[in-house]
């Protein structure tokens, strides 16, 4: 996560590769919600 912090911070210049990141962690923010409503299930 501090990576992904960092990498979108220097790639605040570059439009495509910042979009590309935020797709990236709103993925990621999609898996950790999955993963925590599959531990709340069980």
């Known amino acids: 996560m501090l990576a992904m912090g960092r990498h ?3 790639d605040q210049h570059h439009p495509i590769m ?3 990141s935020t ?3 709103y993925l ?3 898996i950790f919600v999955v993963l925590i409503n599959i531990r ?3």
């Open 8 to 10: 979108c911070t220097t």
């Open 18 to 20: 910042d979009t590309s």
């Open 28 to 30: 990621q923010a999609g």
């Open 40 to 42: 709340r299930s069980f």
């Open 23 to 25: 797709s990236v962690g």
